[in-house]
């Protein structure tokens, strides 16, 4: 009979759970919440932004600035680590500031335990958008993470890339590596992997995690399990739509763009050239005008010779 756990030792059990828990949200900070990243209204102009220290329109500070470690907007004396001192005061404003971050672009408060874990542990560090490429100090708005990839993406383009994510950069659901349907589907490479090429590593016991990427180390999904779509190549006349049965009465081609790239008033806009009976009715009548003048020229030069 294995010994009854004893009131301590479930409490240091599940004190130790806490702390890793604690150790593995580090890693995956929810953007949305965090403090260097709350929204902010601009006292002057009234336009919503990312928490900041100049207002990005119309570069006015903040009358209550908060922290972007902490989040708080006053200091009540109640850690102690306060840099700059004041006995007996609460502070408010730039009273309470100790410093700007630079990756973030807000307020960090003048407790000494923001000011020296703050740059270090900032989530805004390497915030670049995935689709414009711009970082905190290029664009005024927030700041968040794809439910997929978990890359970052600025306010303006999250919904867009959310929406073409899951594509993948090939045209069928093959591995990479051989000709076999692909299981696991990485959402940052955007391929698919079979069992066999996915690098395991060696463990006594079976992991209950997802493998790793081969490529880049982020851990793979189940392609059964995601809403994984191919990449369609759409050029030449397949890109645009079907022509019609009543085309083929008039004597064009089609819709499709053809290989001359030119439209049907003559135009370089994309679409084809449209060739009508009436035009090849216009060009033998030009042709037979030709030649009834060549004629004449021919039956005088032979009147001449004679």
Same mark, same amino acid.
């Given at each position: ?118 740059? &270090? ?53 093959? &591995? ?131």
């Amino acid at each position: 009979m294995p010994k009854k756990k004893t009131g301590q030792r479930k409490k240091a059990e599940k004190q130790k759970l806490r702390q890793k828990e604690i150790r593995n949200a580090r890693e995956h900070v929810d953007l949305a919440q965090h403090p260097c990243n709350m929204a902010m209204e601009c006292d002057k102009c009234q336009k919503k932004q990312k928490s900041r220290a100049f207002c990005y329109f119309c570069s006015a500070v903040q009358r209550l600035p908060a922290c972007a470690q902490c989040g708080k907007m006053k200091c009540m004396l109640k850690s102690g680590d306060c840099v700059v001192r004041h006995p007996g005061v609460f502070t408010t404003g730039m009273g309470m500031v100790g410093a700007i971050c630079d990756f973030c672009e807000a307020w960090v408060c003048h407790g000494r335990k923001c000011l020296t874990s703050h740059a &270090c542990t900032c989530p805004l560090a390497d915030a670049v958008c995935l689709e414009c490429e711009r970082g905190v100090w290029e664009h005024g708005g927030r700041v968040f993470r794809c439910c997929f990839c978990q890359g970052f993406l600025c306010e303006d383009d999250q919904f867009e890339h959310q929406a073409s994510c899951q594509v993948l950069e090939s045209e069928t659901y093959k &591995c990479q590596s051989c000709n076999r349907l692909g299981q696991y589907s990485c959402l940052r490479c955007k391929t698919c992997f079979c069992d066999e090429h996915v690098r395991r590593r060696p463990t006594g016991k079976p992991s209950r995690t997802s493998p790793p990427c081969p490529r880049c180390g982020y851990m793979l999904h189940l392609t059964a399990d995601l809403s994984m779509s191919t990449r369609s190549h759409r050029y030449g006349r397949q890109g645009a739509a079907a022509a019609d049965d009543d085309d083929d009465d008039d004597g064009s081609y089609g819709n499709a763009t053809g290989y001359s790239g030119y439209d049907a008033d003559g135009g370089m806009e994309g679409g084809d050239y449209s060739y009508s009976e009436s035009e090849d009715d216009d060009d033998d009548e030009s042709e037979d005008e030709d030649s009834e003048e060549e004629e004449p020229e021919n039956s005088g030069n032979t009147s001449k010779n004679s």
